[in-house]
């Protein structure tokens, strides 16, 4: 974990005190509500359908067992006892009092939290690896150099108010499971010919109303260079950025319409001001940012814990959990595990306050003290011995906490949706819920395999519905809620965006849907190996379309039958 020095804390502290001087003022009318708009946004603080929500930061996904206590706490004492872990390693709480949240701000800040930079058109909360710095196949732990662009990023005067919001994301392993195709900034670790660290850096990435594919600017981005790198991007940016049009203000929309070869020399033009100037990274402020960091203090261990292999071959359905939710560490006799919050019933991502207590818990007993927040809306404990895990999955099973689903078509990531959001076209909540109900079958979610299924309640894509293997979109059609269908999407190093299979649906004919493809898919692979991405990659989308819609005629009755239902 990183440990605020006193000068982060003060910041924190400052922005508090300020937070409350300007909600006061606000609530005494002193202070528009244009005024106030901003100064909530930057604080993290929206007004939704029902009520305020709050998003607090969480920086790269990275929580300590007090802090999680602290959001046990706020959701028990300011909200209705749960929060909504977000795909931007986030946590949201839908329900607080305006005039009390000043008060959370203050709670968040006495254990090393905030909710600075969560909204608002400005760089927001950087996101990693929710494996960083226990994969096998990291490169570079990206903990410290996400820190290092959080502490570059925070109150940047500069960037305070860009033509719209701003996302990076780093990856430090070979292996890319922080979707850092579809980000403004993505960041992938790499090492040159000569074995130096460096950063392939992709620019222009996006879900949303216009989802694109980032594009890589610089192959090698030596370490040193990284902030002056970042920078020049985004004065770029901030100069060129269209503030005219918030449909076009994105900076994918600036890098498709300069083109992505004049984009980079823009940028390369701009960094010529600013490489090896002040903010050129040394390794003494590589190493100062490091050592902030609390590491673990592991124990010499065999490889594969004996206790670990005879539970394996005694339980069936610990081997089933571990086979799913345990994942490779880098040290030897250790595991990293995902608890799983995507239990049938359970709107993906929502923990409650006794759940989150009962995590810290676990974290202390197993992980260190330590846990993640996955992109995936799951928790993540890092560091657990493998001579533990037996412990560790009957007390997560007591929770409703071990699932054994990971990558599987009922670990769907989804966001609130139309139940709290009031952007939303439609409910992701329920649907998500009756898709899981439908495939609640273990057994046959492991017969179908690797399957990511996302649903987004509108175009912002907050559910990342376009890099899901189906992806589902709540869209309105004169006042009902009707839902769009993608497949072909995915994350990751080979990422692509979906593909709408055709005309959308209602709410209650979703499930079958799904079905219908999932047959689909089961009749057409190769073999069990064969993944429902890659079955639509080889065969294409037409035999998944005719198994839902028929022919050309069905398809045009069904879409007009729609229509009139609406």
């Not at 033009?269 to 903010?279: R, S, T, V």
């Not at 923990?351 to 995590?359: K, R």
């Not at 011995?385 to 670990?411: C, F, M, V, Y």
Request: with cysteine; charged share 25%; hydrophobic share 40%.
């Amino acid at each position: 974990m990183y440990q605020y020095d006193a000068i982060d804390q003060k910041l924190v502290d400052e922005r508090v005190a300020q937070f409350r001087d300007q909600t006061r003022r606000h609530l005494a009318g002193e202070l528009s509500e244009d005024n106030f708009r901003p100064l909530r946004l930057q604080n993290g603080l929206y007004i939704q359908r029902f009520a305020p929500m709050l998003r607090v930061a969480i920086p790269y996904g990275l929580l300590s067992s007090k802090q999680l206590r602290a959001l046990a706490y706020i959701a028990r004492k300011w909200d209705r006892g749960y929060g909504h872990f977000s795909t931007r390693q986030n946590i949201q709480f839908n329900w607080p009092r305006l005039e009390e949240v000043p008060d959370i701000l203050a709670h968040l800040a006495s254990v090393q939290m905030h909710a600075i930079q969560t909204s608002g058109n400005c760089i927001r909360n950087t996101t990693t690896d929710h494996l960083a710095g226990v994969a096998p196949d990291e490169i570079v732990d990206p903990l410290v150099w996400c820190e290092l662009i959080r502490q570059w990023s925070t109150f940047h005067p500069e960037f305070a108010y860009l033509p719209r919001k701003f996302k990076i994301a780093v990856s430090g392993a070979e292996n890319d499971r922080a979707a850092i195709q579809v980000h403004d900034i993505g960041l992938q670790a790499v090492r040159g010919e000569d074995g130096q660290t460096g950063f392939r850096v992709l620019v222009g990435g996006g879900l949303g109303r216009t989802p694109i594919i980032g594009t890589v600017i610089r192959e090698f981005l030596p370490w040193q260079h990284l902030l002056s790198y970042l920078e020049a991007i985004l004065r770029v940016y901030n100069r060129h950025g269209r503030r005219d049009n918030k449909y076009k203000a994105r900076i994918k929309i600036l890098v498709r319409e300069t083109t992505p070869a004049v984009f980079r020399e823009q940028v390369e033009a701009e960094w010529a001001h600013l490489k090896d100037g002040p903010i050129t990274l040394n390794a003494a402020e590589v190493a100062r940012i490091g050592r902030r960091f609390a590491r673990p203090q592991y124990q010499n261990l065999d490889a594969l814990s004996v206790q670990y292999t005879q539970a394996l071959a005694r339980e069936s359905g610990f081997a089933r959990w571990s086979g799913r939710n345990v994942h490779a560490h880098k040290v030897p006799g250790y595991a990293a595990v995902t608890l799983s919050l995507k239990k049938t019933g359970i709107a993906p991502g929502d923990a409650t306050a006794e759940q989150m207590d009962a995590v810290a818990d676990l974290a202390d007993r197993y992980s260190f003290g330590e846990l993640r927040v996955s992109h995936e809306q799951n928790l993540i404990l890092s560091d657990v011995r493998q001579s533990d895990l037996h412990a560790l999955w009957q007390e997560a099973k007591a929770l409703g906490l071990a699932t054994p689903n990971i990558g599987l078509i009922s670990n769907i990531i989804a966001c609130p949706g139309g139940d709290f959001c009031s952007l939303a076209n439609a409910k992701s909540i329920p649907v998500a819920e009756a898709i899981q109900r439908r495939f609640d079958d273990l057994d046959y979610q492991h017969d179908i395999g690797e399957l990511d299924l996302n649903i987004s309640g509108c175009m912002n894509s907050c559910g990342h519905h376009h890099v899901g293997h189906i992806g589902i979109l709540g869209v309105d059609k004169q006042g009902a809620e009707f839902y769009q269908v993608s497949i072909g999407g995915a994350q990751g190093n080979a990422a692509s965006l979906g593909k709408v299979i055709g005309p959308s649906f209602a709410q209650d004919d979703v499930p079958d849907v799904i079905e219908r493809l999932i047959q689909t898919y089961l009749a057409c692979r190769d073999s069990e190996e064969e993944r429902f991405i890659d079955v639509v990659r080889r065969i294409g989308i037409e035999p998944f379309k005719e198994s839902v819609y028929g022919n050309a005629h069905q398809k045009r009755e069904h879409h007009h039958r729609q229509l009139a239902a609406a």
